[in-house]
């Protein structure tokens, strides 16, 4: 072997480490909407790769600046778990705190223009999700409160919460892309059809305030088509859909009833624990002693509401890190919309957000692994295509 065959050869290696922590990534962002065991194998492995690249590049672990607050977030999490009233088995659950390190890994992977490329393959998987939740819906029969379309995964609260989340991407692609608008456009009525047949209430309140906020970003005029599609969406659906859509009006309406109930539930548990709250995974085995009697079930693994559940789970302290995490968040990437030339990923992230946020106040989203790890990788997007200098200075050597 010459000397002028090693260089080449550690040329070669280097890209094909490269390459493989890419594959891996977007392995595991395939596998979210279709296993949570995949997911997690998956992601295991590339995060194994990504430690391989930080080692060969000599380099340190990076994030963008919402980072900090999550890690904030992990500190104050684990501090309630050491206050809660079953330490062990608050423990064991904030191992869901690991999934943050989805953030420095989709930073560090998907740089430049490999972000692209994980919205195209999250857009392709989610017609796939789509498709199966149509099939479920219309010749499987789940069309009912007891049996929703769940996709290929195991509930279909989860199911509708991913779904709102790809729509964010597709619409956000189809309204701020500068090309390849056609395919995701033929993706978004499935998108559509399968998130209103998920009978999902909190995912169509989040689904439709991400669409307000990308119509605003492209031209506020444009808002005023959300309500004809809403209209639209009203008149064409079954029953069954038009129903639960009316029903979130409705204050007699058993779930309605029972949500307003977990709201009081929160309020009891806030006051005797504030600052640490009961722990993580401890609502459930407290609900009864707050139960009021109006309740509709008898005890609820959680509290339907993002802000309530961290509040009664961790304390007042971690809501404060969750809200620091949010506008941190949100006013990073609305700067990035108003900045860059090419707004698809900060305007996707940012309808993400707003997602969140909205189905949040109805559901437990932030708390539910798989839409966790989606919602981690939409919003690092942007700061990633952003981190080029790395590669740059590779290319340079």
Same mark, same amino acid.
């Given at each position: 072997?010459?000397?002028?065959?090693?260089?080449?050869?550690?040329?070669?290696?280097?890209?094909?480490?490269?390459?493989?922590?890419?594959?891996?990534?977007?392995?595991?962002?395939?596998?979210?909407?279709?296993?949570?065991?995949?997911?997690?194998?998956?992601?295991?492995?590339?995060?194994?790769?990504?430690?391989?690249?930080?080692?060969? !590049?000599?380099?340190?672990?990076? #994030?963008?600046?919402?980072?900090?607050?999550? =890690?904030?977030?992990?500190?104050?999490?684990?501090?309630?778990?050491?206050?809660?009233?079953?330490?062990?088995?608050?423990?064991?659950?904030?191992? %869901?705190?690991?999934?943050?390190?989805?953030?420095?890994?989709? @930073? @560090?992977?998907?740089? *430049?223009?490999?972000?692209?490329?994980?919205?195209?393959?999250?857009?392709?998987? *989610?017609?796939?999700?789509?498709?199966? *939740?149509?099939? %479920?819906?219309?010749?499987?029969?789940? &069309?009912?409160?007891?049996?929703?379309?769940?996709?290929?995964?195991?509930?279909?609260?989860?199911?509708? *919460?991913?779904?709102?989340?790809? =729509?964010?991407?597709?619409?956000? +692609?189809?309204?701020?892309?500068?090309?390849?608008?056609?395919?995701?456009?033929?993706?978004?009525?499935?998108?559509?059809?399968?998130?209103?047949?998920?009978?999902?209430?909190?995912?169509?309140?989040?689904?439709?305030?991400?669409? #307000?906020?990308?119509?605003?970003?492209? !031209?506020? +005029?444009?808002?005023?088509?959300?309500?004809?599609?809403?209209? =639209?969406?009203?008149?064409?659906?079954?029953?069954?859909?038009?129903?639960?859509?009316?029903?979130?009006?409705?204050?007699?309406?058993?779930?309605? %009833?029972?949500?307003?109930?977990?709201?009081?539930?929160?309020?009891?548990?806030?006051? !005797?624990?504030?600052?640490?709250?009961?722990?993580?995974?401890?609502?459930?085995?407290?609900?009864? %002693?707050?139960?009021?009697?109006?309740?509709?079930?008898?005890?609820?693994?959680?509290?339907?509401?993002?802000?309530?559940?961290?509040?009664?789970?961790?304390?007042?302290?971690?809501?404060?890190?969750?809200?620091?995490?949010?506008?941190? =968040?949100?006013?990073?990437?609305?700067?990035?919309?108003?900045?860059?030339? &090419?707004?698809?990923?900060?305007?996707?992230?940012?309808?993400?957000?707003?997602?969140?946020?909205? #189905?949040?106040?109805?559901?437990?989203?932030?708390? &539910?692994?798989?839409?966790?790890?989606?919602?981690?990788?939409?919003?690092?997007?942007?700061?990633?295509?952003?981190?080029?200098?790395?590669?740059?200075?590779?290319?340079?050597?």
């Amino acid at each position: 072997m010459t000397t002028t065959t090693m260089p080449a050869i550690g040329a070669r290696s280097a890209f094909s480490l490269e390459r493989m922590a890419l594959w891996l990534l977007l392995a595991f962002v395939a596998s979210l909407q279709l296993s949570i065991a995949a997911a997690g194998i998956l992601l295991t492995a590339a995060l194994m790769a990504w430690v391989a690249l930080l080692v060969r !590049d000599h380099a340190r672990p990076a #994030a963008p600046g919402f980072m900090l607050p999550l =890690l904030a977030y992990a500190g104050v999490t684990l501090v309630s778990a050491a206050f809660s009233i079953d330490p062990l088995a608050s423990v064991i659950d904030s191992k %869901q705190l690991v999934l943050l390190l989805i953030v420095p890994l989709v @930073y @560090y992977v998907a740089r *430049g223009r490999n972000a692209l490329l994980v919205i195209d393959v999250i857009l392709a998987v *989610g017609a796939v999700s789509a498709a199966i *939740g149509i099939v %479920q819906y219309g010749l499987l029969h789940y &069309d009912s409160l007891r049996l929703r379309p769940e996709g290929a995964l195991t509930h279909y609260m989860t199911y509708s *919460g991913t779904l709102m989340l790809v =729509l964010c991407a597709a619409v956000a +692609r189809v309204v701020f892309g500068s090309r390849d608008r056609i395919w995701p456009a033929l993706v978004m009525p499935a998108l559509v059809v399968a998130l209103a047949v998920s009978l999902g209430r909190n995912a169509w309140v989040g689904a439709c305030v991400a669409v #307000a906020v990308l119509l605003a970003l492209r !031209d506020f +005029r444009l808002t005023a088509l959300l309500p004809v599609a809403i209209a =639209l969406v009203f008149a064409l659906a079954p029953d069954n859909v038009t129903n639960r859509m009316m029903s979130m009006f409705d204050l007699r309406d058993p779930s309605n %009833q029972d949500r307003l109930a977990m709201l009081e539930v929160g309020q009891g548990i806030v006051r !005797d624990h504030p600052l640490t709250g009961v722990g993580p995974a401890m609502v459930q085995r407290v609900y009864p %002693q707050y139960r009021p009697a109006y309740a509709v079930q008898p005890v609820n693994p959680h509290l339907h509401n993002v802000p309530m559940q961290i509040a009664a789970e961790r304390g007042l302290p971690a809501l404060a890190v969750f809200l620091w995490f949010v506008v941190s =968040l949100g006013v990073a990437l609305v700067r990035l919309v108003r900045g860059s030339t &090419d707004r698809l990923l900060p305007a996707a992230a940012l309808a993400v957000l707003s997602a969140m946020l909205a #189905a949040g106040l109805f559901e437990y989203n932030f708390g &539910d692994s798989e839409f966790l790890m989606l919602f981690l990788v939409l919003i690092t997007l942007p700061f990633a295509a952003l981190n080029t200098a790395s590669v740059e200075a590779r290319r340079a050597a």
